[in-house]
Structures are given as structure tokens and as C-alpha cells.
């Protein structure tokens, strides 16, 4: 899709988004799987199905606007998973792992809350209906929540077990 106006811009990071949601609900159940710790593992599973629901509003607002969702791949949501497989390949340690998996996690939030930011943005400067910013500002507030949680993890339980591990 050649980008020419500020709404085919919208249109093709609605597309880059949807891709990389579609991503994450395939890679959420393998960081779950990976974790060592019940609160991540438990903020992993809760955040697959905000991430399915966000996929269904993405859905909704290309039906309103009437595009397809589908065509575009997003490869800053498939770098980023890579690395997360990278991680847990490379580190041994179940509390250090868990820290890096929060790592990846996080990587993949700010990733979508700009994403949704942008998005909220152009949408409110392109005057689209409401529903279809209230539907990116809702998910961009998820994705806040889920990135606050992930620290939350971090600064009160793993950091703190990853870092009396011992070479």
C-alpha cells in the first residue's frame, strides 16, 4: 500500500498493529510457559486475553472504516519475539530468565503503546468517529496497565531473586 495521506498512514499502522498483535498471541502462551514465577506467568496469561480482545477491536475499526486488517507484516513485533526466543534459549538461570522475560515483555509494550498512541493521535486529528478512538484509547490504557504490571513484578519479586544469583 503506498502511504499518500495522513489517513493511508493511519490505515497502513492500524494494518502494522493488527500484524503485531496477531504475533503476540501466538508468542504470550510460550513466555508463559517459560516463567518460573506464578505473578508473571499469571500477568502473561491475563494480558493473551487483553491481547485477544485488542485484536477484536482492531477488527471492528477496520469493518467501520471498511479495510481489511490483514496484508501487512510487522517485523519490529517479529524482531522483537525473536529476541525474546533469543533469551530464552541463551539463559539457564529460572530467575534471571524471568527477569529477561519481563525484559521482552516490556520491549513489546512500550512497542504497542506507541503504536496506539500514534494511532490515537492521527485518529483524533483525522476526526474519525468516536467509537474508533475510544477503541485505541482503551487499548492503549491496557497496554499501560500491562507495562506498569510487568515493572511492578519486577521491582517487588524477580529482580530482586535474579540478582543473588551466582556465577
Do not use: W
Amino acid at each position: 500500500m503506498k502511504v499518500k495521506t495522513l489517513n493511508d498512514l493511519f490505515v497502513d499502522l492500524l494494518k502494522n498493529v493488527y500484524s503485531a498483535e496477531t504475533q503476540l498471541v501466538k508468542a504470550l502462551p510460550k513466555m508463559a510457559k517459560k516463567t518460573n514465577t506464578p505473578q508473571l506467568k499469571k500477568s502473561f496469561e491475563a494480558h493473551l486475553q487483553e491481547t485477544i480482545k485488542q485484536k477484536e477491536r482492531l477488527e471492528q475499526i477496520a469493518q467501520i472504516l471498511d479495510v481489511n486488517p490483514k496484508g501487512k507484516k510487522c517485523v519490529a513485533m517479529e524482531g522483537l519475539i525473536e529476541e525474546a526466543e533469543d533469551m530464552i534459549s541463551d539463559v539457564r538461570d529460572p530467575e534471571v530468565l524471568d527477569a529477561g522475560l519481563i525484559v521482552s515483555g516490556q520491549k513489546v509494550e512500550h512497542y504497542e503503546i506507541a503504536s496506539y498512541g500514534t494511532l490515537v493521535s492521527i485518529g483524533k486529528r483525522l476526526g474519525l468517529e468516536d467509537k474508533i478512538v475510544n477503541l485505541l484509547v482503551q487499548t492503549l490504557a491496557e497496554e499501560k496497565g500491562a507495562d506498569e504490571k510487568l515493572t511492578d513484578i519486577a521491582e517487588t519479586i524477580v529482580n530482586e531473586k535474579a540478582a543473588h544469583v551466582m556465577v
